[in-house]
């Protein structure tokens, strides 16, 4: 059974930087992806980074992130990290971590999620 729990969400100022967690139980097996999304009301899940599972290698950063955030892994301990700096009051959002049975860009693509984990920048 995959489970995903998201952790180090919180309020920041804009500028500055926080680091989200994932630890994944459950996925045995190497050919999982594990993504990063976010969502604001009203919108639809926007993924920012994904790599694979079975070697931490980085398959995409989202354009509107590039050069901002970070996505890695540590194998020790089956965590999955995403590394914010720079934040912008744009980047307010409900982020989650989310693991797909291959590599995936959307939403749909990922079949197990995290419960979210809130970031909220003030400007």
């Known amino acids: 059974q995959v489970q995903l729990a998201e952790s180090g969400g919180g309020l920041v100022q804009a500028g500055g930087s926080l680091r989200l967690s994932c630890e994944a139980s459950g996925l045995t097996g190497d050919y999982y992806g594990i993504g990063w999304f976010r969502q604001v009301p009203g919108s639809e899940r926007e993924e920012l980074a994904c790599l694979r599972w079975s070697d931490g290698s980085i398959f995409n950063t989202a354009p509107s992130v590039k050069g901002r955030f970070v996505i890695s892994k540590d194998n020790s301990k089956d965590t999955v990290y995403l590394q914010m700096s720079s934040l912008k009051s744009e980047d307010t959002a409900v982020y989650y971590c989310?693991?797909?049975?291959?590599?995936?860009?959307?939403?749909?693509?990922?079949?197990?999620w995290g419960q979210g984990t809130q970031v909220t920048v003030s400007s």
């Open positions: 989310a693991a797909s049975e291959g590599l995936g860009s959307l939403a749909s693509d990922y079949d197990y």
